[in-house]
T-cell receptor, first 116, second 111 residues
Framework: EPEVTQTPSHQVTQMGQEVILRCVPISNHLYFYWYRQILGQKVEFLVSFYNNEISEKSEIFDDQFSVERPDGSNFTLKIRSTKLEDSAMYFC??????????????FGNGTRLTVT | AQSVTQLGSHVSVSEGALVLLRCNYSSSVPPYLFWYVQYPNQGLQLLLKYTTGATLVKGINGFEAEFKKSETSFHLTKPSAHMSDAAEYFCAVWDTDKLIFGTGTRLQVFP
């Protein structure tokens, strides 16, 4: 079964550094998402992306964050200047087209980001 | 905005016992509801979903959930727990074009 793959599985970075989290969505999917989960807390929506544009973003997704689909397969989340509170598990997800609630999100295994 | 509330951050059951994980939704329109499971060091996997039609929804691994409008609930059940069911379970509601998750319930299964 096709999978969403995320790399790396664990990233350690120093505060203030830029970090790029990478995702390869399922190949025929057209809607892409980033979520994060701070340790012990709920899974939070960050951003959705369709047709090379941000469809929706949450309050968490401020100017420090950006997303890009640089080629036909990768979907990236960039954090420009990391803060300690950015430490979390970041999940990429994708879905196909059609009625939105009937095409469920497929999630990757996540990237654990640790900011020191 | 739509939301879901999961009562009980931890649930412990014995192997073979009934599993009941609670989820209540807050919505003024018919909600589209989901249950996801997260095994250790893995991503979120869809267990089941309710969109329209039958209110009793069957999912993978023997789980099922019943949509009860009168109680604004979508509780997840499994008649007989297995050790392999130990995981974190998330209830979620579809809102515009994204999923909104509850806080999760960690299920422990004892032999």
């Amino acid at each position: 079964e096709p999978e969403v793959t995320q790399t790396p599985s664990h990233q350690v970075t120093q505060m203030g550094q830029e970090v790029i989290l990478r995702c390869v969505p399922i190949s025929n999917h057209l809607y892409f998402y980033w979520y994060r989960q701070i340790l012990g807390q709920k899974v939070e929506f960050l951003v959705s992306f369709y047709n090379n544009e941000i469809s929706e973003k949450s309050e968490i997704f401020d100017d420090q964050f950006s997303v890009e689909r640089p080629d036909g397969s990768n979907f990236t989340l960039k954090i420009r200047s990391t803060k300690l509170e950015d430490s979390a598990m970041y999940f990429c997800a994708s879905r196909t087209t059609g009625i939105s609630y009937n095409s469920p999100l497929h999630f990757g295994n996540g990237t654990r980001l640790t900011v020191t | 905005a739509q939301s879901v509330t999961q009562l009980g951050s931890h649930v412990s059951v014995s192997e073979g016992a009934l599993v009941l994980l609670r989820c209540n939704y807050s919505s003024s329109v018919p909600p589209y509801l989901f249950w996801y499971v997260q095994y250790p060091n893995q991503g979120l996997q869809l267990l089941l979903k309710y969109t329209t039609g039958a209110t009793l929804v069957k999912g993978i691994n023997g789980f099922e959930a019943e949509f009860k409008k009168s109680e604004t609930s979508f509780h997840l059940t499994k008649p007989s727990a297995h050790m392999s069911d130990a995981a974190e379970y998330f209830c979620a509601v579809w809102d515009t074009d994204k999923l909104i998750f509850g806080t999760g319930t960690r299920l422990q299964v004892f032999p």
